[in-house]
């Protein structure tokens, strides 16, 4: 794999009309080395993350209260077909996503990640916009979640006010930021693996549920009766779309492996693992779990109404538990749930703070947000990030609940903007990789679906724009109106302003998206070596593979 053999120029019949602008840029060398600031700089975030760390973000980072609570209002809102339906397209979609995310951040795993690639392979404007969209939504989230992990403790102790919670919560959070990212690594290594364990669990009792297997269940089998009566969809195509809202929501955070990447030790080892067993994560802990609830859960369970937030009196897994019967873990689910909301308040945190040193780092932010202390941590971000946590204590106010409400309407449609792009950003990449004159043989991890899978998941995330557009605009049981339009859709404008805004700014130079030949496709590069003969190798698939490829996907 030798960088410098496939660096040929190009001549002026390999460029497009509009790449005959401006000459290209200069050979290529050698592969960039990235080690560390020059003097003047500031520093680098710390590189503490290791293999185990990057596995459990890969799925830690997403399952939390959209999948336990937020899916029991999904499934009373479409029906259980609906609910399997939507989440296996936005799980497809996240399939695609991911793998392209893998292919950019293995070779330039740089701090901002997929807002990196959109500056540098889209357009800056647009990277921009997505950069503090990004960072916005999990400021705004990082309350939220303190304020929901307080409402799980209800569950048991109705008592206590919630300030106290909150209290206790973000405090946890703050001891967590004094061990840096390897903080932030352990914390989501622990309660991945309780998540994982949890709903693996809940699989295996929901089996039993349904067979009749539990004796505390005066229901007895229970097979298909529920796609039945009350039937597998509820509320029309109309239903179908609202499912696409949860789903996306559900999934918030797959993508911070890529984040993470820039802390990793070795990402060139740890992120193809971690990007290759997105699709058994996402196959056996939302798909299989969510078509088991739909099994043994009515659809027209009137407890489903209150599924939202963090109720989780009203999660359709506690409840699932109750109906059958079985004493005690209803309170285990609850925990576990609560450890969930815990661990996306972390992953909140890391988040921001990250996309903002980023941003700064670049000139898109305050500059002071761009210092790094000696321990590798964005200081000055995480007291920021910790200072919106103080949002949190609203809710003691009458109108805390409606702040929140348009609080988190920044972030609603964040996700399918930030994936869709990440496979924009991923063709545009390829495009310009080829243009500047390398081949796909030389990256050092590929996805698997090349760009065809990017522009499938590029498609699958408009779809989903168009279905959320659609029931923000018809919201299911009521007539449109602008309030409930504008707290599902509000962050499409933002988006929008923040993309003129930042064009204006720069006024209109760079015209409106980066030229093939003038993408930036070296800097960023940290050292890889191929394997001895010269090629990244792969083991031959086999059926016996299988089940030890299982175990590896899930735990490794």
């Not at 489903?304 to 506690?318: D, I, R």
């Not at 449109?480 to 003129?500: G, H, M």
């Amino acid at each position: 794999m030798d960088l410098k053999s496939s660096n040929v120029p190009l001549s002026e019949k390999q460029l497009s009309d509009d790449e005959k602008t401006t000459p290209a840029p200069p050979a290529y060398s050698g592969v960039v080395d990235d080690h560390g600031p020059q003097p003047g700089e500031p520093r680098e975030l710390s590189r503490a993350l290791k293999g185990r760390h990057m596995q459990m973000i890969a799925i830690g980072g997403s399952i939390g209260a959209g999948l336990f609570v937020g899916s029991g209002g999904a499934l009373h809102n479409g029906g259980p077909a609906s609910l399997l339906l939507g989440f296996i397209i936005i799980g497809a979609m996240l399939l695609f996503t991911i793998q392209a995310l893998g292919e950019l951040a293995v070779l330039y795993p740089v701090n901002g990640a997929f807002y990196m690639y959109a500056v540098r392979f889209i357009d800056p404007a647009w990277g921009f916009a997505m950069g503090w969209e990004y960072a916005l939504s999990w400021l705004v989230i990082l309350p939220f979640e303190i304020t929901a992990a307080g409402i799980t403790i209800d569950f048991w102790r109705d008592d206590i006010n919630i300030g106290v919670w909150i209290a206790v919560f973000l405090t946890i959070l703050v001891l967590v930021q004094f061990f840096a990212v390897r903080g932030y690594g352990e914390v989501e290594f622990v309660l991945g693996i309780i998540k994982i364990i949890a709903v693996i669990g809940f699989i295996f009792l929901g089996v039993i549920i349904d067979c009749g297997g539990v004796p505390t269940d005066s229901r007895g089998y229970i097979g298909a009766h529920f796609w039945h009566d009350p039937g597998a969809f509820r509320n029309g195509f109309k239903g179908f779309c609202s499912v696409f809202v949860t789903a996306a929501f559900a999934f918030a955070g797959t993508e911070l492996v890529g984040l993470a990447a820039a802390e990793a030790e070795d990402p060139r080892k740890t992120l193809p693992k971690a990007t290759r067993t997105v699709f058994w994560r996402i196959a056996i802990f939302y798909v299989l779990s969510l078509f088991i609830l739909g099994l043994i859960v009515r659809s027209d369970d009137e407890s489903l109404l209150g599924a939202s937030g963090a109720n989780t009196k009203y999660s359709p897994f506690v409840l699932a538990i109750r109906q059958a019967g079985v004493k005690g873990l209803p309170s285990v689910f609850n925990a576990v749930i609560t450890l969930s909301v815990i661990s996306v308040a972390n992953s909140a945190t890391f988040a921001s703070t990250r996309t903002l040193q980023a941003l700064a780092k670049n000139g898109m932010a305050p500059r002071f947000l761009q210092y790094v202390d000696p321990q590798g941590r964005p200081l000055w971000c995480i007291i920021l990030q910790l200072v919106f946590g103080l949002l949190a204590f609203i809710n003691e106010a009458d109108v805390g609940t409606q702040v929140f409400t348009w609080l988190l309407s920044l972030s609603a449609l964040n996700n399918l903007f930030v994936w869709a792009s990440i496979c924009l950003s991923h063709i545009r990449f390829r495009r310009g990789w080829a243009a500047q004159g390398h081949s796909t043989d030389e990256l050092p991890f590929k996805a698997a679906y090349g760009v065809i899978g990017s522009y499938i998941g590029f498609f699958l995330n408009v779809l989903a724009l168009i279905a959320t557009f659609y029931v923000s605009l018809f919201p299911i049981g009521s007539d449109p109106n602008a309030e409930a339009f504008f707290t599902t859709f509000l962050s499409a404008p933002i988006a929008i302003a923040l993309y003129v805004g930042w064009k204006i700014y720069l006024r209109g130079a760079g015209g409106f998206y980066v030229r093939s030949h003038q993408m930036d496709v070296l800097t960023g590069m940290r050292d890889f070596h191929p394997d001895v003969d010269g090629t990244l190798k792969e083991k031959k698939f086999s059926v016996r593979d299988i089940p030890s490829r299982l175990m590896h996907a899930v735990f490794v």
